[in-house]
């Protein structure tokens, strides 16, 4: 299991359905489920909306890339479902986030 965690936070991850994580990981669906849900007593699901929604936020903070390319990177292929998720995630838009991140202190 730690081996999983640590490759879903790399890029070669981060944009695979759930479908896909567990087919790479060369076990059935519900044996990785369990897994999971054992763990860290959550799903691939919710543990994925959180990695992939760091990431955006490191993303967002350290690149000039449009949230349209941060989402298409992260797996998302609707804007309006990635900007939806980080909003639930962060409690702030993704627009709003960059600003805040990219103010010069005072």
Same mark, same amino acid.
Request: charged share 25%; glycine share 4%.
């Given at each position: ?27 059935? /669906?519900?044996?990785?489920?369990? /897994? ?19 990431? /955006?936020?490191?993303?967002? /903070? ?45």
């Amino acid at each position: 299991m730690k081996s999983l965690l640590l490759r879903l936070h790399s890029p070669e991850y981060i944009s695979l359905s759930d479908g896909q994580i567990y087919k790479k990981t060369g076990y059935s /669906a519900p044996v990785v489920i369990n /897994a999971f849900k054992k763990y860290l007593n959550t799903t691939v699901i919710d543990y994925m909306k959180i990695v992939r929604t760091d990431f /955006a936020k490191r993303l967002l /903070a350290t690149t000039n890339l449009t949230i349209l390319e941060i989402s298409y990177n992260l797996g998302y292929t609707s804007l309006s479902h990635f900007s939806k998720l980080f909003k639930e995630q962060v409690g702030i838009s993704t627009s709003k986030y960059r600003e805040n991140v990219k103010k010069p202190p005072r």
